[in-house]
């Protein structure tokens, strides 16, 4: 009978794979590293809690033409061609010197700034034929930021407006 032989096979083959299973026993292979978990960090809000209006001013934005939001982010765009915009985002368990490496690649001014106790980064650039600004604060595990794109306001700072909208976000922040 043929069926004997491949039966009695099958069975070994059945009894090898059993003992080669995991045990209790970790030392036959390499110790993985559970994965970092992040706390969260405060509470931001919607828009770093400033409002359209409080953008409009402190950035000197004559006119909205579209604003965006969604869950970590919210954008202002003034009218016409070659206007100004104005962004906020948040980023919860991302590191921030990820961020200002980022910066830093794009060929940016970039330095260290304290607001409110809170450390992070400023850069500013002119590529592309117009002022860009990203103030970004650090928040343990998490940041937010701000930046501003197409500032052609005459003796304004670039980055005056980015810093007065983080200022509101840390004083507001739960």
């Known amino acids: 009978m043929r069926f004997k032989p491949a039966l ?11 003992a080669c299973g995991s045990g209790d026993d970790d030392s036959a292979g390499p110790a993985r590293i559970p994965p970092k978990v992040s706390e969260l960090g405060p509470f931001v809000g919607e828009c770093g809690h400033v409002s359209d209006d409080e953008v409009r001013s402190l950035a000197g934005l004559p ?15 003034s ?6 915009v104005v962004t906020f985002a948040s980023y919860r368990g991302s590191p921030i010197d990820r961020e200002r490496a980022w910066v830093e690649s794009k060929d940016r001014t970039v330095e260290t700034i304290t607001v409110q106790g809170r450390t992070g980064f400023q850069s500013f650039g002119t590529g ?10 650090g928040l343990g595990d998490d940041f937010f930021e701000w930046s501003t794109f197409g500032y052609t ?11 007065k909208l983080a200022e509101l976000t840390l004083g507001r922040m739960q």
């Not at 006119?63 to 765009?77: I, L």
Request: a neutral charge; hydrophobic letters at 45%.
């Open 153 to 163: 306001v005459v003796g304004a700072e670039p980055c005056g407006a980015a810093r």
């Open 8 to 18: 009695v096979v099958g069975l070994a083959c059945v009894v090898v794979s059993a």
């Open 79 to 84: 009218a016409g061609t070659s206007s100004a």
């Open 63 to 77: 006119a909205v033409s579209a604003v965006f939001r969604n869950a970590t982010g919210c954008n202002w765009q």
């Open 128 to 137: 592309y034929g117009s002022t860009t600004c990203d103030f970004a604060i």
